[in-house]
């Protein structure tokens, strides 16, 4: 795996395709810096060397055409700060202002390009487009695991005009780093806690998770799949009922490849998909008709601390309850607490994909596991087993 420490970059522009596809307000104002903070060791070990940097990325979904409401000035700002370092912004992608000021461009400089999707050409994975942009480096290099599911201009087809010099960022190292010590060389006993909405969205990563996983914890909305798969009452809770029987192959699956399947045992209901809801606790598979499960309870958190406890390798995806809700954190906030007891205690975890994320953030618990994974879809696809256009583009 060729990353950006296998080159010298004094003297040379590199080419970096980032994911700089940041939250933004009403005001266009950058809310969230997240992604452009994990940017930062990249860009920077390149220029410390001697190298000059073109970052490129996409912003919004301009579909396509030039929209300056998705115009990168509106975060160049945000950058330099998050950089502390001046960033020259170029008006346009592969015209003739990216082409004076890549030309221009000193070692130690930053150029930012115009949003990548202003050119339809980005995501039909355009080969011509790509080559124009590939004129602008010496090294290309791909840090954007945010876009590594997409085998777009910029982040796939580009790399074949770098046969000997395309490498890896450092933010792509450390995340197919973290999804490798899960699925590649996880110290065992591995625990994968699945949680969200829906059994439909998460069939794929269970399928491919299970040849290398011993415990599998199940929670969220998901968990009424199963409980009535095996005959449980559940009320109006969540469910899928045309994945009953998926529900119950799965449970074989787990049976064959000898993986502890832990479903919740109680449970928090509420009389009312609402925050004011009146609430009570019953066991998961005795909910009465008008209740709904909406978290797990305290002796499901305890047991799943006890798992947890004694995990070497931790996975999470997917929310225990409805966290947005704050009477129905509680059993997510036990997972979070537990998974980072058993961070502290030398275990390593890895969260990823959407909700779980979001989660960790706003309960403050990023610092607390070992590793948050900046690509939502990306993370997704490489848990179902996917191969990443973007990262097989620098591989092969
Ligand atoms: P996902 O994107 O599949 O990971 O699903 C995340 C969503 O699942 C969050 O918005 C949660 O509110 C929701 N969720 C978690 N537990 C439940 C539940 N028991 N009933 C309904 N929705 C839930």
Redesign the pocket.
């Known amino acids: 795996m060729k990353t950006i420490n296998d080159f010298n970059f004094e003297n040379k522009k590199a080419l970096i395709r980032v994911d700089f596809n940041v939250p933004q307000n009403e005001a266009l104002e950058v809310t969230d810096a997240t992604r452009i903070k994990a940017a930062v060791p990249t860009i920077m070990q390149i220029l410390n060397q001697g190298g000059a940097v073109v970052l490129m990325s996409h912003l919004g979904r301009p579909k396509g055409q030039v929209n300056d409401q998705y115009a990168m000035k509106h975060i160049a700002a945000k950058v330099s700060e998050v950089l502390q370092h001046d960033v020259i912004v170029a008006n346009d992608v592969i015209g003739e202002d990216a082409k004076a000021k890549v030309a221009a461009l000193q070692p130690g400089q930053i150029l930012l390009l115009e949003n990548v999707r202003f050119h339809a050409e980005e995501e039909q994975g355009d080969e011509n487009f790509a080559k124009a942009l590939a004129a602008f480096g010496d090294i290309y290099v791909n840090d954007a695991f945010g876009t590594a599911h997409r085998a777009h201009a910029s982040t796939a087809i580009i790399a074949q005009f770098f046969p000997e010099s395309k490498c890896f960022g450092l933010l792509m190292e450390q995340e197919l780093q973290a999804i490798g010590k899960v699925l590649s060389d996880g110290e065992k006993p591995v625990t994968a806690i699945l949680?969200?909405?829906?059994v439909s969205?998460?069939i794929t990563i269970i399928e491919n998770i299970l040849p290398v996983i011993d415990n599998l914890i199940i929670g969220?909305?998901m968990?009424?799949t199963f409980v009535k798969a095996q005959g449980g009452k559940i009320g109006n809770?969540?469910v899928e009922n045309d994945k009953l029987d998926l529900a119950k192959a799965i449970l074989s699956e787990c049976e064959k490849h000898q993986v502890k399947v832990y479903l919740p045992v109680d449970n928090v209901i509420a009389d009312a998909f609402s925050n004011e809801a009146n609430r009570q606790v019953t066991a998961v598979d005795e909910i009465p008709d008008g209740w709904?499960?909406?978290?797990v309870g305290e002796k499901t958190s305890a047991l799943f601390a006890d798992v947890l406890k004694n995990s070497k390798t931790i996975l999470w995806?997917?929310?225990?309850?409805?966290?947005?809700m704050s009477n129905f954190a509680h059993g997510t906030i036990a997972l979070g607490d537990a998974i980072a007891e058993s961070t502290a205690n030398g275990a390593f975890s890895l969260v990823g994909?959407?909700?779980?994320v979001a989660f960790v953030k706003q309960f403050g618990y990023d610092d607390k596991v070992s590793y948050v994974s900046t690509g939502g879809g990306a993370m997704l696809e490489s848990l179902e087993g996917k191969e990443l256009p973007g990262v097989a583009a620098i591989l092969n």
């Open positions: 949680g969200g909405a829906k969205s998460k969220g909305g968990t009424y809770s969540l709904m499960g909406m978290d995806n997917g929310p225990l309850g409805v966290f947005e994909g959407g909700d779980s």
